[in-house]
């Protein structure tokens, strides 16, 4: 039976009382529509008229939703229980604070009561986990994997980590909680969490509440929460040893009258106190059992462990026993000899029975000194074995740092000879680059002195540039009418060799016809041809003696002489 039944079941009775008319009989009860360890609760009902004041349902979406739970499933109804629980503390905890107006602190009640039904949620289905000191249940392990799913709570968990007071994953979980609240990041981490149910199949089992759609709801009510402003110190808290009991008392309201109102409230309230001192009761028992059960288990362990001691302790303590019989006979073997020897003695001399009796405590102190030396040898037998053993751990420890140390050799002689060798490449690299650099240098004092005289060549060249640019200025002066004479020339030429060209073509072709009549005319295209090869022969002559009388007035401008040589032999390749 989970303890949220019975708030359920009173809930559904007050709704069916508001929705009851006049004519209607109070004795109906939904008893029917809950499971059976429900129905036990049914007489609480009668002499109470207490309203859960959850969140705006009416009351037929509410039986609608336990119609749709099998009554054969309590893990169902658990999760639905602890999700209607979720909401009453959310609710209560956004109404309180919006009241008070001011920010929350670890003392709140309704905080601290939303804290205990939240880990009741994240604790329902977890899967155990089997140790040597017994099952353990932890919600820390889910909640660290939202580290991985989201890197906004790495902070809270790293922080959570460095918690000094903290050392049971318990502790670890409610801090986180706590720090994603004044984060006002939880629903977020929530739904990142719950969306990836193949990593929480791990922790929980198929049927928990964070495997089902009641987690998804849960961590849609938590949105909600972001409006609430916490100020939460957990240095002081002991967050390990507290117990998470839901108190059922905060939700409660007074509702309409009754007529048994009075002695409903009583009831119900010392049942529901019954039952949580029952439930904290059960609690501490279950940890006390738990913690007594470790150690009775550590307790087992060494008596078998003094048991074996004791074996040894038993052998050694026979051995010792043999010993001492064996010195005592013979001792006794010794005294009956010298008894002997006394007797006979007695009646011939007093004073060998003087001797006899100084032997005789002689022999007796030296049985007491080997008796003395017999125990002291135990005592050193026992410190030599504890010595040995101390020894023996010593020495396995020393062995273990041995091969450690060993390794730690290997590896250093290794990355030794690493270093060997890359020192020397590195020697040869410098070699290299250090004949490369003298070469470099050698072929950069070259290149200065090249650069030098390429700097006076440049100059020069720069001088006769200017010179050369002004005697072609001055030659353009000169000479540029009689250049475009010349062209001028030239040009008619080609004229006059295009026209003898076209003629030769006409009188070709009539030497290909065979006239007669034609013969006269090729004699005067003969001549014709005769006079204008004359004629260029003529202007070749000229064009020469021209370049002479150019090459003989600028004899000092021989730049101004290369342009004329270039025009003329120009003009010449042209005719």
């Known amino acids: 039976m989970c303890p949220a039944d019975i708030f359920l079941y009173c809930h559904i009775q007050t709704l069916l009382h508001s929705y009851q008319g006049p004519n209607m009989s109070h004795e109906i009860t939904p008893h029917i529509l809950l499971p059976r360890p429900a129905r036990m609760f049914l007489h609480l009902d009668k002499c109470t008229h207490r309203l859960i004041d959850m969140f705006v349902y009416s009351w037929m979406s509410f039986l609608t939703v336990l119609l749709a739970l099998d009554p054969k499933d309590p893990i169902a109804i658990e999760r639905l229980n602890l999700m209607n629980m979720a909401k009453l503390s959310i609710k209560g905890l956004i109404e309180s604070a919006l009241n008070l107006g001011r920010t929350l602190d670890s003392d709140y009640a309704p905080l601290q009561q939303f804290f205990v039904v939240m880990e009741h949620c994240l604790k329902h289905g977890l899967k155990t986990k089997k140790t040597f000191l017994g099952q353990n249940k ?25 918690l000094p007071g903290l050392k049971t994953p318990i502790g670890r979980g409610r801090a986180w909680l706590r720090l994603a609240l004044m984060q006002k990041k939880l629903s977020d981490y929530m739904k990142t969490l719950i969306n990836r149910k193949d990593l929480l199949s791990e922790f929980y089992e198929a049927n928990a509440l964070m495997m089902e759609e009641e987690g998804a709801v849960i961590a849609g009510l938590l ?29 409660l309201k007074d509702g309409g009258p009754s007529v048994k109102s009075t002695e409903g409230d009583g009831q119900i309230t010392a049942i529901l106190d019954q039952k949580n001192y029952v439930e904290e009761l059960n609690r501490h028992l279950s940890a006390s059992v738990n913690n007594l059960q470790a150690k009775v288990d550590a307790l087992e362990k060494s008596n078998t462990k003094l048991t074996e001691e004791l074996a040894v302790a038993n052998n050694r303590i026979i051995t010792l026993q043999e010993d001492v019989e064996r010195v005592k006979e013979e001792s006794s073997q010794l005294l009956e000899s010298t008894c002997k020897v006394v007797k006979a003695d007695l009646s011939a001399d007093g004073q060998i029975l003087g001797e006899a009796r100084k032997q005789l405590k002689e022999e007796t102190r030296l049985r007491l000194d080997a008796e003395k030396e017999l125990e002291l040898h135990i005592g050193m037998k026992q410190e030599m074995e504890v010595s040995m053993k101390m020894l023996e751990k010593d020495i396995c420890e020393k062995q273990d740092a041995l091969l450690a140390l060993r390794q730690q050799l290997e590896e250093l002689r290794k990355l030794n000879q690493e270093l060997s060798v890359k020192s020397q490449n590195s020697d040869a690299a410098m070699k290299q680059k250090s004949e490369i650099i003298s070469r470099l240098d050698e072929t950069a004092n070259q290149m200065v002195g090249t650069i030098k005289q390429l700097e006076l060549r440049s100059r020069q060249a720069e001088r006769e540039r200017d010179l050369a640019n002004e005697a072609n200025r001055l030659f353009k002066q000169e000479f540029g009418d009689k250049i475009e004479s010349l062209y001028l020339e030239v040009e008619k030429l080609k004229r006059q060799r295009s026209h003898l060209e076209m003629e030769l073509r006409k009188e070709k072709e009539r030497k290909s ?9 090729e004699k005067r295209n003969f001549t014709t041809q005769r006079e204008v090869r004359f004629e260029i022969e003529e202007m ?3 064009l020469y003696l021209k370049y002479i009388v150019c090459d003989n007035t600028n004899s000092t401008q021989h730049t101004g002489g290369i342009c004329t040589t270039v025009v003329l032999l120009n003009a010449e390749h042209r005719f």
Do not use: R
Request: hydrophobic share 40%; proline share 6%.
């Open 223 to 251: 949105v909600g929460l972001n409006v609430i402003d916490a100020n939460l110190c957990m240095k002081g808290e002991d967050l390990d040893s507290q117990v998470g009991v839901i108190d059922f008392s905060m939700y």
């Open 138 to 162: 932890s919600f820390w392990g889910p909640l660290e994997l939202v580290e991985k799913l989201t890197p906004e709570a790495g902070e809270i968990t790293a922080s959570v980590k460095d």
């Open 540 to 542: 070749k002559k000229v």
């Open 513 to 521: 016809g065979f006239y007669p009549d034609s013969l006269p005319e």
